[in-house]
């Protein structure tokens, strides 16, 4: 339990907010993730822009590069926060990719039924890939593995940043000093 001190203070009540919201809302979330939810709309937007960035690697690459994508963005805010030393805000980011993580496996769950409404039509991005790599038939247990990762980031984010929330955050050395 936290000193007198450092419960009260703004920074630690900010903190202890958030991660309860995280905590909660991710719960909701994981208990049943084919619900399209107000963070879906971003995720969607970073997928649909990853089949863009990626499409110069190639037919599979393109149509990986939304997952990819989705994966992406909240590793480097993670790893952004991290370097920067602010251990606790790192804690936000890999919760996302928890998030992300669940939206992902309702996709590949979907690969073979395919009842998921696509953005303009088009292929299933992992009906093609399973497909693609022989591994169709399995669409339940990757999107299985998925959700299972994602339930573990979110849960190393919820712990970490409870155990984070009263950490300072630290000041990154400055290239002259290295």
């Not at 992406?72 to 920067?84: D, E, H, I, M, T």
């Not at 849960?155 to 290295?178: D, Q, V």
Request: aromatic share 12%; charged share 10%.
């Amino acid at each position: 339990m936290p000193s007198q001190d450092e419960s009260s203070t703004p920074i630690f009540h900010w903190r202890l907010g958030l991660t309860l919201v995280l905590a909660g809302y991710g719960w909701i979330c994981l208990r049943s993730p084919e619900t399209y939810r107000w963070l879906d709309s971003l995720n969607l937007a970073i997928h649909e822009t990853g089949h863009l960035v990626f499409a110069p690697g190639g037919e599979t690459l393109g149509v990986l590069g939304g997952t990819l994508m989705q994966l992406l963005v909240p590793s480097v805010f993670a790893g952004a926060l991290w370097r920067q030393g602010d251990a606790y805000g790192a804690t936000v980011p890999l919760w996302w990719l928890g998030q992300n993580c669940w939206n992902i496996s309702v996709y590949i769950r979907d690969a073979r039924l395919q009842a998921l409404p696509l953005v303009g039509g088009g292929e299933h991005d992992w009906t093609w890939l399973l497909g693609h790599w022989g591994l169709l038939a399995h669409d339940q247990l990757v999107g299985g593995i998925v959700y299972l990762a994602g339930v573990l980031l979110y849960l190393i984010a919820i712990g970490a940043g409870w155990m984070l929330i009263k950490s300072p955050i630290r000041t990154p050395p400055s290239p002259e000093s290295i």
